[in-house]
Every structure is written in structure tokens, then in C-alpha cells.
């Protein structure tokens, strides 16, 4: 083989040729990105009031793209936030995304019955994932959720802005510390009064129920202000507007006890106005209100007042967990944590059906 023909074998034979080798478009293919492009799937309130303004803030992610059913939101959304038209899906093309390397993260911002589809969908597609609260509509949903996100080696975090929220760390670190000793009683109450009557929250079939949409920050308010997992709940449900609510609960009152024998008595309703959570402890008490607002939460315990200032809850989320995908370290809110919600949920339906205790292992 002569030198020539030699040369010409290194450089093409082994299929790169040597413009390719010495382009460089091969080592900028390779560089590590510094921010993560995040397709929001679902442009309702949410997304549009809340996420959409949080991403014109974050440090380690943007708003890549969008994926809606109404042509109308999504010429509108590509004007205002300058999205290249081949970053713009709707639901039936949404599997393209895997060939789209803008795309790093998808986030699911659907009704919870779709929560499972675009979470495994997004995940086979090869896209890292953030999902609304509740994570799914079972735990069995939650599971093959989890699992999809690990086959195919991507991250699953869940939308627990609070869990990222100083002044929610601050009461957690009371529990843990257990800096006024044992937790007794926790009252803890998360609602609002909707006046709308064909909203999908009203829809069971598309995972409607105040349980899971306001009921899970009720009950992530009792978990965390105890740090523990409850053993037993019981349940009751309150409809005082049956031709709305008949298809799901306006209104639950739940109660949960816990392995050290703290008890909680919680709300969540879609009639009620309500946002505080009360701790009493062995040595003193904390209350704040509201405990879970997007404006920001405030309030006091024995030890001092709780009001750290925070400008997004969603933009320090969202920061947070495409840094923990940057760095490839493990989420703040995971989805086995979205899926012990959800265990205890399932629970508490449980309860209110049948008038009985559940006990959870």
C-alpha cells in the first residue's frame, strides 16, 4: 500500500474524511451544553402565567420549544417568545422531538390522566422529564413512569416548586433537626372556590378532584412538616354543589398518623378558601400562611419568623432541577417522591368510599 493510497485509507476508509476531522463543528457537538432547552407540553394557565415568565428568568434552562393541540396558541406563543417554528409540536408529531438536539427537557403540563403517556413518550424520545403535580393518576402509573425514565437513562423530576421554596426548607429542617422536639398536631388546609363547571378538574376520567390537585399540597404540607411517611388514614368527602361536583370531590377532609404518633388533620377543597399550616410541637409551634402560595410564603415558629423573599418559586425549580441534570446528580424531587403522594392519595379515596381506616405499609 503506498503512502498515498495509505493516507486516503486512514482518512476515509474508517468513514470520517479529513475536512470532518478538522472541523470545528465535531468538537462543538461534543461540548457539554450550560443551559438545558425545555419544551413546556400543554400551554393552559400554568404554563402560559407562570412557567413560560419563570424560564425568562432561569440560569440553566430556557424555553425551547412548545407542544399544543391550538394552532392559535402556538403561532401566538412562537411571536412572543421568538420560537423557531421546528421546535413548535403538537400532540400527534410529538415523538419527532427525539430528533430535535434543542430539546434537552420536556415538561409535562397536562391533565393528570396524560401525565403517564407524555412522561414515557418524552422519556423514549430521549428528552430528561419534569412533571406537573399529581404525578399520575395511580401508583401504578407512577411506577412504569419511574421505570421508563430509567430504561432509557434519562431524569424524572416532579413540579414540587415548594420542596424548593426556603421557606418550606425551613420548616423541614425543624423536623429534622428536631430543634422544638417532638411533632404532636399538624393542621394543614390548601384550597380555593372555583366558580368554573367544565374545567377538566371537574372531569374524574381526566383527573379531577380537589384530593388531587389542592389535596396533594395539603398532604405534602403534613409530610414534610413531619418528616415521616403516615401508617393510617381516614378520610371524608364534602359536595355542597353536587350538580358540579358529582363526578368528583369538591371537598376532602382527611387525617393521617404517623410512626411517632404525630397526628394531621387536612384539607383540600375546591369550595373553600384556604392556605396555613399550624405545628405543635413539644417545645413551642410554628404557623405560617399562606404555606403554599405562588406568591410567595410566610410566617413564624418558636425559633423565629419564616419569610425568606423569593422572586419565582418556578424559576429556582426549574434551575435547580436542570442543574441536577447538568451535573448528573440526583433530583431534589424525584419521582418516587410524586409517587408517595400519590400511594397515600389512592389511600385516602380509599378511606372516604368506604368510611374505614387504610393503614399503608
Not at 461534543?30 to 394557565?45: I, R
Not at 406563543?77 to 415523538?95: A, G, L, R, S
Not at 372555583?194 to 378532584?209: E, F, I, P, V, Y
Request: glycine share 8%; hydrophobic share 35%.
Amino acid at each position: 500500500m503506498t503512502n498515498v493510497t495509505r493516507r486516503k485509507f486512514i482518512l476515509t476508509g474508517a468513514g470520517l474524511s479529513a475536512t470532518a476531522m478538522f472541523s470545528p463543528h465535531i468538537f462543538a457537538f461534543n461540548k457539554p451544553k450550560e443551559k438545558l432547552g425545555v419544551a413546556l407540553v400543554g400551554l393552559g394557565y400554568y404554563s402560559t402565567d407562570l412557567l413560560a415568565p419563570a424560564l425568562q428568568l432561569t440560569k440553566n434552562c430556557y424555553l425551547a420549544g412548545i407542544v399544543t393541540g391550538t394552532p392559535e396558541k402556538a403561532e401566538a406563543w412562537k411571536k412572543k417568545y421568538n420560537i423557531p417554528e421546528k421546535n413548535i409540536y403538537n400532540y400527534k408529531n410529538f415523538d419527532q422531538i427525539a430528533n430535535n438536539p434543542d430539546i434537552d427537557v420536556v415538561y409535562v403540563v397536562l391533565p393528570p390522566s396524560m401525565h403517564k403517556e407524555y412522561t414515557i413518550r418524552a422519556a423514549k424520545a430521549g428528552k430528561h422529564v419534569f412533571c406537573e403535580k399529581p404525578m399520575a393518576m395511580n401508583v401504578k402509573e407512577c411506577e412504569e413512569m419511574i421505570k421508563a425514565c430509567k430504561d432509557n437513562k434519562k431524569s424524572l423530576s416532579i413540579g414540587y416548586r415548594c420542596q424548593h421554596d426556603p421557606n418550606t426548607q425551613a420548616f423541614m429542617r425543624i423536623a429534622k433537626e428536631q430543634s422544638l422536639g417532638k411533632i404532636q398536631l399538624v393542621s394543614c388546609a390548601a384550597g380555593y372556590y372555583d366558580k368554573r363547571t367544565t374545567h377538566w378538574k371537574q372531569n374524574k376520567a381526566l383527573g379531577g378532584g380537589s384530593m388531587y390537585d389542592m389535596g396533594v399540597y395539603a398532604l405534602q404540607g403534613a409530610r414534610l412538616s413531619v418528616g415521616e411517611e403516615p401508617i393510617l388514614v381516614t378520610a371524608q368527602h364534602i359536595n355542597n354543589r353536587p350538580d358540579i361536583y358529582h363526578e368528583v370531590d369538591e371537598t376532602t377532609n382527611f387525617q393521617l398518623h404517623f410512626p411517632s404518633g404525630a397526628i394531621a388533620t387536612c384539607t383540600s377543597s375546591f369550595g373553600i378558601q384556604s392556605n396555613f399550616l399550624k405545628v405543635n410541637y413539644e417545645k413551642g409551634q410554628l404557623y405560617m400562611e399562606p404555606f403554599s402560595s405562588y406568591k410567595g410564603n410566610k410566617g413564624y415558629s418558636t425559633l423565629g419568623e419564616i419569610n425568606f423573599a423569593l422572586d419565582s418559586q418556578q424559576a429556582k425549580q426549574m434551575d435547580e432541577d436542570a442543574m441536577s441534570i447538568l451535573k448528573s446528580q440526583p433530583q431534589l424531587v424525584p419521582g418516587e417522591e410524586g409517587m408517595r403522594d400519590i400511594r397515600v392519595v389512592e389511600a385516602i379515596y380509599q378511606a372516604a368510599k368506604t368510611g374505614k381506616s387504610v393503614k399503608l405499609a
